[in-house]
């Protein structure tokens, strides 16, 4: 009965359709349920290798699950399609930070921001990242620039700058 029950339930995105791997997908990162997610867009990239937002959503779900190599592999074949896709630039560099090349990392970031200066979650993980490596000047004006973008994010952005602020004056 196990296995019977174990092979029904890998058995439905067999025989999903693309449009309906990708919705159900959809509904399993709203509910932050990243792992089974993961498994829907693999089998959408099987079906269709060239989609960029799928290549782009597997680059998510692999580093929301902390496989920062694959979600490097994803986005650099999303870059090999679309050299200038900021999302994949940004999401590369975040997994190049992970991987131990900041540098490399904000870099990348960066490049991002040049080509879509008005995104708020590529300045806000730039000042995480600047935040990470020490850099708290830097970090407090993407926090500021990303604010700025989105104020209905402010709260989010309000309690970053408070961790900014206890890790640049740790004796306040």
Known sequence: MCIYRASREKAPDQNMNLGQLKKQGRKLIENKEYRRALRLYERAVSVNPQDLKI????????????????????????????SDNPYSLKGLGLCRVEMNRAQEGIALIQEAIEIDPEV?????????????????????????KAITIDPNRSREVNRALSRLERLSNPSS
């Open 55 to 82: 290549l782009d959503v597997l680059g998510f779900l692999c580093y929301m699950t902390g496989s920062f190599e694959d979600a490097a592999e994803y986005c650099e074949r999303s870059l090999e399609i679309k």
């Open 120 to 144: 708020f979650d590529a300045h806000f993980d730039l000042a995480v990242v600047y935040m990470k490596t020490e850099q708290y000047e830097k970090a407090r004006q993407h926090f500021e």
